[in-house]
Each structure stands twice: as C-alpha cells, then as structure tokens.
C-alpha cells in the first residue's frame, strides 16, 4: 500500500501600501475605538493619552504603539484653558483611521486609502480633544493554513477504479491591511520507496465555483482562487486532492510527503 502525508506550511510576508489623501470625516455619539469603525479590518490602535495614566493631559509629541507604530502630534492649537483644538499629525505606518473625542461625541477621520499624514483635525463643534485614537494598518500580512490529512491508499482504493484520492479540506485564514495577492504551490518529499518522478503536477484544490485548480510544484505558483485580495480578514475552504495517475512508477509502502505552501504579497490598491 501507499501512503501520501501532507504537511501544511505558512510564510509571513513584509508588504507596503501606496498613499494618498482622500478623506472623509463622521460623528458618532459617544466613545468608539477602531472595532466600533471597522470591525474585522485588523487594525491596531493607539489612543493618546493612554488609558494606563488618567492623569495625563493631551499635549503634542511622539507617541508609540504595538507593532513599531510612531505617531507625532504637532501643529496644535489651544483653547484658553489649555485644551487641545486641533492639531496635524505624521506616522511611520500607514493610519487607516484618526478618531478625534470631545464632548459627548466624536469625529472620525477616514483616509482612504490610508495615508502616513493629515492636518486640522478636530472633536466635533470644536469642542476641546479628550483623546485621540490612530487605527493604523501594520504593514504586515499572515496566513495560516490548515485542516488536511494522510492519504493512505490500498489495493482495494486502487482495483474499485479511483483516479483521485482525498486529502481533506485545506483551511487558508488570511489577515491583510493592504491590497495583496495569495499564491499556492507545493513541494514534496519521498519519503521511503520510489523515486521516481512524477508524471505532471498531482495535487489540486476545488474553488467555491466548483473548478478544480492544479497546484504548481515550486518555484512555479498559481493565484489562490476565491480570495478578494482587499485589507482585511478572509477565510476560505478548498477541497484537495491527488491524482494517482501522474504520481509515477510507484511502490507499495512507498510514502511521499507533501507541503503545500500559501503566501501572500502586498499589491498596488
């Protein structure tokens, strides 16, 4: 009998985003933070002052958050008692959102695409800034990859006739805070038995329309289907298979291993 294992491998890739100055300004009542601006984006947040001293005041300077985030505040204006009005802003990472609080509401600053910059953002009505909150975008992305199994193929699987054999549904989880593209390839190793090569690419993964897609041997990579390649959290589930008819002249006990492997890069917006 043979026996197929596949192992499931994940990359984390650096990516970039371009800029631009697009913005768009709302009020909400109350106190939202970025999961309440958008929910599932992904994004980080820093809020100034910070929460962990209620004793400090608004003032300008450089302020650091999770993941290498710097955001300087300069450019202020003042009201006379010494409340903060408005102010500029510039980061290192891309800042997706700038949540601005005063009175009993706030102004939320929306940079489409995100920027690293902005000037003359105040609380609603001008009132005096509570706080600030930056929900900026790391520019990382990681995928993980998961949910296939061991094939293990007998004498029987192969005299009812089956040219294909399951190895379980692959579970690809992608979090992205720029535009990117995701790849699939495979790489593998004989294990124990024959070496002999293949015949073509043997595995492939079924894509929500029903189509099967052939998964490349690396260093040749094929577009993962399904995905919308747009800043965020995404999840999709692909059947795969093996085609024994193009795994060579093998033998039984033979056991080969396969990785398949799924990346992402960053890409224009």
């Known amino acids: ?28 009542h109350g106190n939202p933070d970025c999961s309440d601006v958008c929910l599932g984006c992904g994004y980080s947040q820093l809020k100034v002052p910070s929460d962990d001293d209620p004793n400090q005041t608004l003032q300008e300077g450089t302020f650091y958050g999770p993941e290498g985030f710097e955001v300087t505040i300069y450019n202020a204006t003042w009201k006379d008692s010494n409340e903060m009005v408005s102010f500029d802003w510039s980061s290192n990472f891309p800042v997706k959102v700038v949540i601005v609080k005063g009175g009993p509401s706030a102004n939320v600053y929306y940079f489409d695409p995100p920027a690293t910059s902005g000037s003359g953002l105040k609380a609603p009505k001008c009132k005096g800034i509570s706080h600030i909150i930056f929900c900026y975008c790391p520019p990382i992305q990681w995928v993980i990859v998961s949910g296939l199994s061991d094939l293990e193929i007998t004498q029987l699987f192969i005299g009812q006739g089956n040219r294909y054999g399951s190895l379980g549904t692959l579970r690809v989880v992608i979090v992205s805070c720029v535009n990117y593209t995701a790849s699939v390839c495979y790489t593998y190793t004989v294990v124990s038995g024959s070496t002999s090569p293949f015949t073509g690419d043997p595995l492939s993964l079924q894509a929500n329309s029903g189509t099967w897609y052939t998964i490349p041997e690396y260093p040749s990579s094929t577009t993962l289907p399904d995905f919308t390649g747009h800043p965020g959290i995404e999840i999709r589930f692909y059947p795969v298979r093996v085609d024994l008819s193009l795994l060579g002249d093998r033998d039984a006990g033979d056991v080969i291993q396969f990785t398949v492997h799924v990346t992402v890069s960053a890409s224009s917006p």
């Open 1 to 28: 009998m043979k026996r197929i294992a596949v192992w499931l491998a994940f990359l984390l890739v650096w990516g970039g985003v371009s800029l631009g100055c697009g913005v768009t300004v709302e009020e909400i």
